[in-house]
Each structure stands twice: as C-alpha cells, then as structure tokens.
C-alpha cells in the first residue's frame, strides 16, 4: 500500500462529462398558484458528474489525470471546462460540437430531501466529426498514457464507433483500456482488458442469472470470450468483486457502513485502473479497489477516496501489519490533514517505550479514548540515549515502533529525533495532548499547539526502568 503512494500514473478518462447542480434550502409552505412547495433557496453548490466522478477519484488518489470528450458550446461547457482548469485536469483533449447541450443536472433539496430533478442536456450520439476529431487528437498523445478508461454514462460521446478506434489504438501502442459499461451490448467494448460491468448489468448483457458459483462463472466466461477481454470482472455489491483471469475469484467486500452508494462504481473503475498503472496485478487491484469503495459507501454523496484514508481502513479492519502504522512527518501530516476533513478527533502522546509492558497498554488505551486516532512520538535510539544514559535503549528503535504500532489502541506511530517532539506536536497541532500524570504542574512541551491538555497517572510498580531492574536483580 505504502508503494501506491510514490506513484503518480498518467491516465486519460474518456466519457461523458457533465455538471451536478444542487440548490440547498427549506420549506415551509406550499405555493398558493399551485399544490407545490416552495423551496427558500439559501446555497447553490456544483460538483463534475458523470466521468467527472473517476475524474476526481483518480485525482484524490494521485493521479495525473488528462480527460477527452465532447461538451456543447453554451455556459454550461465553458463552466464545466473552468471546474476540470482549477483541478489541473488536462482538458486539450476536449471538443466543442456546435448545437449540443452540456449536460447539467440541477437538484433542488429542502431540508435533506429531493424535492425535484431537472436536466439540460443532449443524448443524441456525437457528430462524426467529433469523434475523428478526438481520435487524430490522441494519435499523437496514447503512448503517454499509462492506462485508459472508458466511462459510459450513454449521453452519446462513447458511439460504438469511437469505443473500437479507441481500444484499436490503445490496444496498438500497449495500453489497457478499462469500462465502465452501459446498456445491455458490451460488443462496442470489444478488445478492451476489462469492464466493471455491476450485477444487474451483466445479467442484461449476458442472459444468464446470476444466482450461485456456477452462474457467476458462466457469466464471467461469457462476457471474456464475446467482448476478448484480458481479464473478466463483475462487481457484486455487498458479496465484493468477481474477476476471471485464469480462474475465478472473489474479493468480498470490506464495507463496515453503508450509507450511500452513490458513485461507487467510478471509485472502483478508478481505484483498479490506478492500483494496475502501478504495476499490482489484476488479484491485488480489485483488493485496494474493495477497500476504496469500502471508504466510499461509508460516506454521504458522491465521494472520493484517498490513500491515507484506504490506509486507515485497511488497518481499522486488522488486515495490516505494523509497518503499514509507522510513518515518516510527510506520512502523518497527510493523515492528520485527512482526519480534519473528516471531522476526526486527533490526540496524540509520546516517550520512549523501550520495554514494552501493562503500564504502557494502559496509558496508551486511555490516551486513545480521548479520540479517533491516536499518534505516538517514538524517541529515536540517539535521543533515548541522550534522556536515559548509554545504557539505554535496551531495544532498537524499528524493534520499539512495531510493537508499538501492533497496539489496538495505537493508530499510528512516528519516530523523532530530537530530545523532545516540540516539531512533531507543531506539525500536527492535535485535539488532545496526552502525557503522564508526572507532569502534574509542570510545563508540558508543545500545549500551546494542543487543543487541550490530559494527563494520564501511570500503573504503580509499573515501569521500564524496574523491569530492567528486576532482570538484572535475577541474574547476577
């Protein structure tokens, strides 16, 4: 997982585009023209829809992200073009069709309810023009792309005709092409390495209800062998993600918390597509793709997901090792920045914990109930040395983090090394500052970059130092 975040793949996203309008307000009468309420508009909001969903996934994951479609020539393009600008979306790929509509869905919602959907936009397939437009435009640029995906919301830019001259040139310069379908006729996706095609799509697509093992197999062969894929995928919701390969295999899905799966396939499209241009195999992909949209469906709307925040499940689900919670600053400023966003309480302690013993399991179980995540400081080997004498440290600092970091109560662990983790506290700037009840009426480093202030009594009888003791008492 660590590796996902060194790496920055260039794909390019061809779909349909269009723009998520919502007007927020309340409502607390009805209209006397008409039996309708009338809706007090207080905030108008606008996200990327469609396409623009992988779009912002691929972006939050750490991709370099180019984007080629069609868009009208109205206001609505020329906004939508200014949303994909200020996210450094490369957009040179993009063609403007005179007379076409940008698509643009507008919500209104009063008092966390739907009250009325309206839509401005052209479903008619593109013009030819624009489709050879769009592919003389990447004959030059393919071969700089590490992956592409096709993401087909049936607004008419994916013709069947612009899907094969797609995948024909991606397929002649060596670069996979990913689908998310649409409709029930995959054959204009032919030659593409995978699809993410959901259950019911694969129903309608194949004829053959899915409802055991054996059905699930049939109906993964089917859709490899009639569209000569590279790699069969179906995803299936709650029980995870089927793929074929050389043989069938199922990656259930890691979702503690559902609460909206809204754009939950563009997080699946995304994430495989990402986990692959890495350079993970097809078995490793669709795993990191279960956990993204593990994060995802916990979340309200369509939403993205970040490493870190992948990284923080995987672990929440024990199926990490302790080396996935030590981290570097860069590591934990991410996190922390992360865990803001997500309204997370974040408490953080620190000290040397050169023996591990119950004294430390309960100081650091209460300091984690003050919060969400707990971070500890991990004193380098040199400054142990420093603060305790030469004697000291009794274990290796790579030896004290990962027993440290196998704590259920401990989230996260970051070595330092200076005498006193003044920076580390300033970097983070935590909820809560936890240290020991020795403290009572002294100065505490780095209080004033705290929220607040806890200290914790420690175990009586309970310490490094006696355990050293008691050792060196029984062997002399």
């Known amino acids: 997982m660590h590796a996902l975040k060194t790496v920055q793949p260039n794909i390019l996203v061809v779909g349909d585009l269009m723009i998520d309008h919502y007007l927020w307000g309340s409502c607390e009468r009805i209209s006397p023209e008409a039996p309708v309420q009338v809706v007090d508009i207080a905030k108008e909001t606008t996200v990327l829809g469609g396409a623009g969903n992988v779009i912002n996934n691929l972006q939050t994951l750490g991709a370099q992200v180019s984007v080629s479609s069609v868009i009208g020539d109205d206001g609505n393009g020329k906004e939508l073009l200014s949303m994909l600008q200020k996210i450094d979306v490369n957009t040179i790929n993009i063609i403007t069709q005179k007379q076409r509509k940008t698509s643009k869905k507008s919500r209104i919602i009063a008092v966390s309810q739907q009250i009325l959907r309206y839509d401005k936009e052209s479903k008619d397939d593109i013009t030819k023009a624009s489709s050879d437009a769009i592919l003389d435009t990447l004959k030059e640029s393919i071969k700089s792309y590490d992956m592409v995906i096709l993401s087909d919301y049936g607004k008419g830019v994916l013709t069947d005709s612009l899907c094969q001259g797609l995948i024909t040139l991606a397929k002649e310069n060596e670069v996979k092409v990913l689908v998310d379908p649409k409709g029930s006729d995959f054959s204009k996706y032919k030659g593409a390495y995978l699809l993410t095609p959901n259950k019911k799509e694969a129903i309608l697509a194949t004829n053959i209800e899915i409802n055991d093992a054996k059905s699930l197999e049939e109906a993964l062969l089917k859709l490899k062998s009639e569209c000569k894929l590279g790699v069969s995928l179906i995803t299936l919701s709650e029980d995870g993600i089927a793929t074929l390969d050389k043989e069938v295999e199922l990656f259930p899905t890691v979702a503690k918390e559902v609460f909206d799966v809204t754009g939950a396939g563009d997080t699946v499209i995304a994430s495989i597509a990402f986990a692959l241009s890495a350079g993970k195999s097809i078995q490793e992909s669709a795993a990191f793709s279960n956990l993204a949209a593990g994060v995802v469906v916990g979340k309200i709307g369509s939403a993205t997901v970040s490493i870190s925040e992948i990284q923080e499940y995987e672990a929440s689900l024990h199926k ?29 302690t620190n000290g040397c914990f050169d023996i591990l013993h119950v004294g430390h399991v309960k100081y650091l179980q209460i300091a984690k109930s003050f919060g969400d995540i707990l971070i500890v400081g991990l004193n380098s080997d040199e400054s142990v040395s420093r603060l305790k004498g030469p004697t000291r440290p009794v274990n290796i600092a790579e030896d004290r983090a990962y027993l440290l970091a196998a704590l259920e109560a401990v989230d996260y662990v970051v070595p330092f090394v200076e005498d006193t983790p003044y920076n580390l506290i300033k970097m983070i700037a935590p909820d809560t500052l936890v240290k020991g009840g020795d403290y009572e009426g002294k100065a505490v480093i780095g209080t004033e970059f705290a929220g607040e202030l806890k200290l914790v009594d420690f175990v009586d009888g309970k310490s490094t130092t006696k355990t050293i003791e008691k050792i060196q008492g029984q062997t002399c």
Request: no cysteine.
């Open 320 to 348: 990490s090792t302790s080396d996935a919670h030590i981290k570097s600053f860069e590591d934990i400023e991410s996190i922390v920045k992360q865990a803001a966003e997500n309204g997370k309480k974040v408490v953080f």
